[in-house]
């Protein structure tokens, strides 16, 4: 039995070492080199205030600013608890929950009477997408331009200047950060 045991602990002792200590240190050191933005959550720094993360989204209610995708999380937008409603698509709470945004959209812009950009009713996957699509930014154009008194082509011209391509080009849909959008609506962000 002892001829087993030294080498069993050993082992452990070793591997608990290297995986318990070495990896750790050397992952936390390398990402803090050559990734010190994207390991320190992405956040969104302006004047030594931090605003958020550009990873996760915000909880926007009000009409002045664009609202993001609906959160799936209790609270909203909530990171510890990041998780799908796990509703399909048939499930009459899913499609009271849908009804029920998209009857609030209309009631806080009564004048917007196209169709409703899907990313605006439905949660991500996560609960936590902080992107919209370019056609969600548009409808809540007007919305925000009334509530906020400026030009409709003003705030369309903010949502084109802050539309982040594809990425590589290929990758994805165009989408826009609706944090970033909402600190350059404040003129916190150029």
């Given at each position: 039995?002892q001829?087993?045991?030294?080498p069993?602990?050993?082992?452990?002792?070793?591997?608990?070492?290297?995986?318990?200590?070495?990896?750790?240190?050397?992952?936390?050191i390398?990402?803090q080199?050559?990734?010190?933005?994207?390991?320190?959550?992405?956040?969104l720094?302006?004047?030594?205030?931090?605003f958020?993360?550009?990873?996760?989204?915000?909880?926007?209610?009000?009409?002045?600013?664009?609202?993001?995708?609906?959160?799936?999380?209790?609270?909203?937008?909530?990171a510890?608890?990041?998780?799908?409603?796990?509703?399909?698509?048939?499930?009459?709470?899913l499609?009271?929950?849908?009804?029920?945004?998209?009857?609030?959209?209309?009631?806080?812009?009564?004048?917007?009477t196209g169709?409703?950009?899907?990313?605006?009713?439905?949660?991500?996957a996560?609960?936590?997408?902080?992107?919209?699509?370019p056609?969600a930014a548009?409808?809540?154009?007007?919305?925000?331009?009334?509530?906020?008194?400026?030009p409709?082509?003003?705030?369309?011209a903010l949502?084109?200047?802050?539309t982040?391509?594809?990425?590589?080009g290929?990758?994805?849909?165009?989408?826009?950060?609706v944090?970033?959008?909402?600190?350059?609506?404040e003129?916190?962000?150029?």
């Amino acid at each position: 039995m002892q001829i087993t045991l030294k080498p069993a602990l050993s082992l452990l002792l070793l591997f608990t070492v290297l995986t318990g200590i070495v990896y750790p240190l050397l992952v936390t050191i390398s990402t803090q080199v050559f990734f010190p933005y994207q390991a320190n959550g992405s956040l969104l720094t302006k004047d030594d205030k931090q605003f958020g993360s550009v990873l996760i989204g915000q909880n926007f209610t009000r009409p002045g600013y664009f609202w993001g995708r609906p959160s799936a999380t209790s609270p909203a937008y909530n990171a510890a608890a990041s998780s799908g409603s796990n509703l399909g698509p048939t499930n009459p709470a899913l499609i009271e929950a849908v009804k029920g945004r998209i009857e609030h959209l209309h009631t806080a812009d009564p004048s917007q009477t196209g169709a409703v950009p899907a990313d605006l009713v439905m949660a991500s996957a996560s609960g936590l997408d902080p992107h919209i699509s370019p056609a969600a930014a548009l409808y809540q154009a007007h919305r925000v331009a009334m509530a906020r008194h400026l030009p409709v082509a003003q705030v369309e011209a903010l949502v084109a200047r802050f539309t982040e391509a594809r990425q590589f080009g290929f990758l994805g849909e165009p989408r826009i950060n609706v944090l970033k959008l909402n600190l350059a609506l404040e003129g916190r962000l150029n």
